[in-house]
């Protein structure tokens, strides 16, 4: 085990994260560590609940003195976003995490180290193995598949939980409280097989990349570009286009960074040459962010197109479609209200079938409903057909939270500070589980962490520290 240096009550935190990094869990491959939960709960005698989905309660009764308050809901999820770095050969689907201590900081070698949300998994376990620590009855609920459209979350039976207190911990930032996110759902449109044609003149590549990307939730108000919306923008300036493939992009809640298509054109090289530099150089200035945008366009000798029509109705529907934020919370000055990221684009006339994937998120219900509507019209107008899938609700912020209060007067009064309290534009599980459980009252904590969903993920060990106490202080001060 690594040596962190803790006094032993403040180790048995790490101990069990250290213990279910050994255990793969990735999303979608719950099942072992949801495994490992029931049998935590076996031995120490504790009352369970598992479901099909992975999903798993453990319950645990009140301590002495505390029998009278109300039950506290803990929650955090038991997946992780598996990522590893290109030279790993570790199989994440059935190996453990290589972790390592850098002063502060835990890391995992070459991949993801999962402190998203094990770090929740890990402070459960440590309360519900006490004998010392006191607290109300308490439910501790670990959901399955988070990171993949808040599936366990979304299908956990509502009839397990007596408390209507929550506390999700699956935050990333010490001292911020989050109190209300977005809805959002996934939008996938499809086109069939169409006519195509072989073609060996003036066939050109041109790919666009270097840009910054970023969370299609968190960052969208960041004003970055949308790879896919330039390469759309490109062949609308272009004449007489017609299209091979257009490809970007591999998940839908990252900005695009780079997408790559293949054309005709009846300009020539220098003329295409010239239209680009010029819309570029404008998107460029719209983007300062971004820095220079890099453009390459390549003559190459043949493919397959489609017809001049279908092209023109592929660019025009990329270009229609909704991107970046579109409406500001009226609320809550500058939060994005209601926004949309194109995050996957793979049009191949040779392919059987074409798909781009697009995420919608708004804190407002019938806001997410029109934006679905415009969606449906651009679809339908332009020959693609269109699904939704894994939509969540906007978790809404509540004005009276007992939970809330109590927790920002115990921040002021453990650090002498006040706390962040603040709404998000992504979506968390209490949005979720607010629908499942009638006049739930929850927050969401974390201590600190970088590079999520990334190899360079760490988790701070004093900030963890920290935020356990915190967690102790407050389930018994509620
Ligand atoms: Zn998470």
Redesign the pocket.
């Known amino acids: 085990m690594l040596d962190l240096n803790l006094p032993s009550e403040k180790m048995l935190p790490f101990s069990y994260f250290f213990e279910i990094s050994k255990i793969p869990h990735g999303s979608g491959n719950c099942g072992k560590i949801a495994d490992y939960l029931v049998s935590f709960a076996k031995k120490h005698g504790l009352n369970y609940e598992r479901d099909e989905h992975n999903n798993v309660l453990i319950r645990k009764p009140a301590t002495a003195g505390y029998e009278n308050r109300p039950t506290v809901i803990l929650q955090g ?1 038991t997946d992780m976003v598996a990522e590893k770095a290109p030279s790993s050969d570790i199989d994440m689907s059935c190996e453990g995490l290589r972790l390592f201590a850098d002063g502060d900081l835990i890391g995992a070698v070459d991949t993801t180290l999962g402190g ?2 094990g770090i929740a998994v890990a402070y459960m376990l440590a309360i519900l193995s006490s004998s010392d620590i006191p607290h109300p009855a308490l439910e501790a609920l670990f959901t399955s598949d ?2 993949i459209g808040l599936i366990g979350a979304s299908l956990v039976d509502g009839s397990w939980f007596s408390g209507k207190t929550l506390i999700n911990i ?1 935050s990333e930032e010490e001292g911020v409280f989050t109190v209300g996110c977005a809805g959002g759902v996934r939008v996938d449109m499809s086109l069939g097989k169409k006519a195509c044609e072989r073609l060996s003149e003036g066939v050109y590549s041109v790919k666009v990349d270097g840009l910054i990307g970023g969370h299609s939730g968190v960052e969208i108000d960041k004003g970055r570009a949308n790879a896919a919306r330039i390469i759309a923008e490109i062949l609308s300036s272009l004449d007489n286009v017609r299209i091979s493939s257009i490809k970007g992009g591999n998940m839908d809640n990252a900005i695009m960074r780079e997408c790559e298509a293949v054309f005709t054109t009846s300009l020539d090289d220098g003329a295409i040459s010239k239209k680009i530099l010029s819309l570029v150089s404008k998107i460029s200035d719209e983007h300062p962010d971004d820095g220079p945008i890099r453009v390459r366009l390549n003559e190459l000798s043949e493919s397959v197109f489609f017809t001049y029509d279908d092209s023109r109705s592929i660019v025009s529907c990329l270009n229609s479609l909704p991107f970046g934020v579109l409406k500001m919370s009226e609320d809550i000055a500058g939060l994005p209200e209601s926004s949309a990221n194109i995050g996957v684009v793979r049009i191949s006339a040779e392919a059987d079938s074409s798909y781009l994937t697009s995420s919608l998120r708004s804190s407002s219900k019938s806001e997410l409903a029109r934006m679905k509507g415009d969606c449906m019209k651009i679809a339908e107008g332009h020959g693609f057909t269109i699904d939704f899938r894994g939509e969540y609700p906007a978790w809404e912020y509540r004005k009276d939270s007992r939970l809330r209060d109590c927790a920002v007067a115990l921040y002021r009064k453990m650090y002498g500070k006040e706390p962040v309290v603040m709404t998000i534009h992504a979506g968390l599980e209490c949005g979720a589980l607010s629908q499942k459980i009638d006049g739930l009252d929850c927050i969401s904590i974390g201590p600190d962490m970088t590079g999520i969903h990334t190899t360079e993920e760490r988790l701070s060990v004093s900030s963890s520290v920290r935020v356990y106490e915190f967690i102790l202080a407050l389930i018994k001060a509620l």
């Open positions: 999820h998203d949300d988070e990171e699956d």
